[in-house]
């Protein structure tokens, strides 16, 4: 039978093409694969060859013919002996619509909208009235919550640098290959991208992997396997499979490591659709939240910060505690301004509205605790409470997670506002060395009170 | 056509032979029409063709058993089609439409088959390596007997991720195969341009890994080679490295005006090594097939082909809501 060859587009972009040169003639035979054209896309010159077996029929278009839209019969190709006539006639004159375009169109004009947040924020308590409390560092509270659900879940394995035998660089992992063993806690060569790959993948095939980097801005090495690999392929799967897994490890300045070493991600990773994003300051919540990552579907990029780890909390003496994501805590009731941070963040907010309750300024502090998802819904309703909003956090000031709430913040509540929204935020600068510099680079508390102040026109 | 001798190589019968031979034809005949689609702007965005290195999936499938997995770059749709997934819904995703693998969201450099073990169509050169070697680790992990094979091209074989994986894998003795698909170019970039030295089967030698070149145009040679280095990975011996020699008769994607190679160097290999040839003239002069048999088969997969292309034409364009599911899963997927 015979077919039309069609002005191919040659490129994701090419529209149309110039047909440069005929490379064979009427009555030539022709095999799949010989050149039957060349072609000048926007980008190249490129070959055309046949798909088909057959004999060329008719030349449609001329060579040298210059804007020769994609789709257009260019040329009729059948069998030998074949009358090609016909198909020469339904040949349309020179349209570029087809099959391809009508399918474009098909397309419903309207998109989709974004599914909305829940309306109500959830102000339940995290344990119940009455709960016998303990006190523990954060770090006994992740080692603690590691080894729960590791007990819990055979499928849970630990896997990173000095985690095993060194137990931890920073101690998180004490006892827990005594524990567990040499299979379930894996100390890695320092090869953050391999090892990162191989969890991603592990979790493909369904274990649940929890990944400690030394420090987070090792992670750098690894971010192509945590952003391309493991946010995205639940989305490019259809839904088929994922990596269930947890990425955590010590975030943010320390003291004294300089530029390399002192980073906060938390803007980074909050930026990815397909990750999940916890930084918790308390913990209670480092142990609660803990557990729900690692028991979450998704990849969980856990935030922690090594001068919080040796700090002291108040956690409830209960079998399983869990925090769930999603669900900021309100650390201090206030009615004047409301402080929205995360993190070690808090400590300087937490600081802050003490020193400002001294004054006369009672001030609402809001811990998000997990930056994705994020409780938009908390956020709003202390601000449409108190009509103005301060935000911490260590990170860089552009692009920071304070800028995000800001812009909620004015379209959801701009008619609560009282007074701009200010970000008080690292500084725009590489992390110095110098112990004076180092101070002036971080947040402090003496900035939240002097932007609270700013806020409350003090 | 009961087998009226074995072929040459022993093991192999004429049933086999056939099932190679329509294997590989199934793919050649479904990029060609693929390319065909993508002229035509039914595909968009990157495609990239297997053509001329079909005996490389198929070779290894048949060394493959049940369970065991595979992981490959964006050049992947040999790689689905081999292990037996659908070509209708490979070509669905190739238009972008409700009945692809992946729902329309995936495109050609990004599939996956959980029923098939089939764990992606990666667009990232050289990540899907440490990927393939995780999913070996969990088959470890689970104290089974499976293999994951892990293919990447002459490319990734510079990406350092390759390196660290390889290191791991040996230290862990990972049951994984690392096939490399030598088919000596990197997008533009001729092997003897990117790599220092050219044998890519001896790049495990610093980490203990064996390895072996294979000529990749002969599906049994393939097969035998796979089957090698499956035993040793059931084995519990850890990793083994192909490469397996191979040619690609088209660009790299579809907008590749391919100028860095002569189209006699295309032709040569096309007419003297070609890799569907080759069966078919063993199954001929064997006297396994007739013309007429091998006309029937080549019929009988423009037909699927054909099929597959209608079907992936009239399948509709994924509702717009589905924009926003699968960012976040509600519950861990089920283990295949």
């Known amino acids: 039978m015979a077919t039309e060859i069609l002005m191919p587009a040659l490129s994701p972009t090419m529209e149309e093409g110039t047909l440069a040169k005929w490379l064979v003639k009427e009555g030539d035979t022709v095999n799949s694969g010989d050149i039957l054209a060349e072609i000048e896309t926007d980008k190249a010159t490129m070959e055309f060859e046949a798909v088909d077996e057959g004999v060329i029929g008719k030349i449609l278009v001329e060579e040298g013919t210059e804007g020769v839209k994609v789709n257009t019969p260019i040329a009729v190709i059948g069998e030998e002996g074949e009358d090609m006539s016909a198909a020469e006639a339904s040949a349309p004159a020179a349209s570029g619509d087809d099959g391809a375009k009508e399918a474009q169109e098909s397309a419903q004009p309207t998109a989709a909208a974004q599914p909305a947040d829940p309306p109500q924020s959830d102000r339940s308590p995290d344990w119940p009235e009455g709960t016998e409390m303990t006190t523990m560092t954060v770090r006994e509270a992740l080692n603690t919550a590691m080894v729960e659900e590791m007990e819990r879940d055979d499928g849970v394995f630990l896997m990173g640098e000095e985690v095993a035998e060194y137990e931890g660089a920073y101690k998180i992992t004490q006892g827990l290959l005594d524990k567990f063993g040499a299979k379930r806690v894996v100390d890695t060569p320092i090869t953050e991208h391999g090892f990162t790959g191989i969890a991603v993948g592990a979790a493909f095939g369904g274990l649940k992997p929890i990944v400690e980097f030394m420090t987070f801005n090792f992670a750098m090495q690894a971010i192509d396997q945590i952003i391309n690999s493991a946010a995205k392929t639940l989305y490019m799967s259809g839904g088929q499979m994922g990596a269930p897994m947890v990425f955590r490890g010590p975030n943010g300045a320390a003291a004294r490591v300089a530029a390399q070493h002192s980073q906060d991600y938390a803007a980074w990773y909050a930026h990815i659709p397909g990750l999940k994003v916890v930084m918790p300051y308390t913990a209670a919540d480092a142990k609660g939240l803990l557990k729900s990552a690692i028991r979450d579907p998704n990849p969980v990029i856990f935030l922690e910060n090594e001068i919080l780890y040796g700090r002291t909390f108040e956690v409830p003496v209960l079998d399983d505690f869990t925090v769930p994501f999603g669900k900021a805590r309100i650390a201090r009731e206030g009615s004047d301004v409301t402080i929205v941070s995360f993190g070690i963040g808090m400590s300087y907010a937490m600081e802050a509205a003490e020193k400002l309750a001294e004054e006369g300024v009672d001030a609402e502090v809001v811990d998000l605790r997990t930056l994705r998802p994020l409780d938009y819904g908390t956020v709003l309703d202390s601000v449409r409470k108190t009509n103005r909003m301060v935000t911490i956090e260590e990170g860089w000031p552009v692009g920071a997670i304070g800028n995000h709430l800001s812009a909620h913040v004015m379209t959801h509540a701009f008619d609560y506002l009282d007074a701009p929204v200010l970000n008080v935020c690292g500084k725009d600068v590489p992390m110095p060395y110098a112990a004076n510099l180092e101070r002036h680079a971080l947040v402090t508390t003496d900035e939240v009170i002097e932007a609270v102040n700013q806020v409350t026109y003090r | ?336």
Not at chain 2, 260 to 268: A, D, G, I, L, M
């Open chain 2, 1 to 336: 056509m009961a087998a009226k001798k074995t072929t040459t190589k022993p093991n192999i019968s004429a049933d086999e032979l056939k099932a190679y031979y329509k294997d590989m034809l199934l793919i050649r005949r479904f990029e060609e029409k693929a390319g065909q689609l993508y002229g035509m702007g039914l595909i968009g965005g990157f495609c990239h063709l297997y053509i001329g290195q079909e005996a490389v999936v198929v070779g290894l499938e048949a060394a493959a058993d049940e369970g065991d997995k595979r992981i490959t770059t964006y050049r992947d749709h040999g790689h689905m089609l081999a292990c037996g997934m659908d070509p209708k819904g490979v070509m669905a995703e190739l238009t972008g439409r409700e009945d692809g693998y992946s729902r329309g969201k995936g495109g050609s450099m990004h599939m996956f088959s959980k029923e098939k073990d089939f764990y992606g169509g990666h667009g990232i050169v050289g990540a899907n390596v440490p990927l393939g070697a995780g999913l070996a680790f969990s088959d470890k992990y689970r104290e089974n007997d499976r293999v994951t094979f892990t293919y990447f091209g002459d490319g990734a074989a510079n990406q350092g991720q390759v390196y660290e994986t390889f290191n791991m894998a040996a230290l862990w003795d990972l049951p994984v195969i690392f096939v490399i698909e030598n088919n000596q170019y990197a997008m533009g970039t001729a092997q003897q341009r990117s790599t220092s030295t050219p044998d890519l089967y001896k790049r495990g030698e610093a980490f203990g890994i064996p390895g072996e070149m294979v000529d990749g145009m002969d599906v049994l040679a393939v097969k035998a080679a796979g089957e090698k280095a499956v035993t040793h990975c059931r084995a519990g011996k850890g990793p083994y490295i192909l490469e397996i020699k191979t040619y690609r008769y088209r660009g790299h994607s579809m907008s590749d005006p391919a100028k860095y190679r002569t189209r006699e160097e295309v032709q040569k290999m096309r007419e003297e090594r070609d890799p569907i040839d080759h069966v078919r003239t063993m199954l001929l002069d064997g006297e396994h097939a007739t013309e007429e048999d091998l006309k029937a088969i080549d019929k009988e997969i423009k037909e699927i082909v054909n099929e597959s292309a209608e079907f992936a034409k009239e399948s509709p364009e994924p509702a717009l809501d589905e924009l926003w599911t699968d960012i976040y899963a509600a519950e861990i997927p089920q283990e295949a």
